[in-house]
């Protein structure tokens, strides 16, 4: 199954350009397809992994009490 229809490969050439008659269309397109206009799966997320640093692994003394004594 693909992500999206076969036919966003096809866009090549401009739909809407700037144009005296109808207002600047390019950039109406634009707004629709740019980044946050979608579920931002990934990109969603960011702020706050860049708040914390991009942390990774697993939290400090989260393994409890008897793991630190062992140590």
């Known amino acids: 199954m693909t992500k999206g229809t076969s036919s966003f490969g096809k866009r090549h050439n401009k739909s809407h350009t700037l144009c005296r008659r109808c207002d600047n269309w390019g950039e109406k397109a634009k707004r629709r397809t740019t980044t946050g206009t979608g579920r931002m799966r990934h990109l969603k997320g960011v702020p706050r992994k860049f708040k914390n640093g991009f942390q ?4 400090k003394d989260s393994r409890g009490p008897a793991a630190a004594k062992s140590e």
């Open 56 to 59: 990774t692994g697993v939290p």
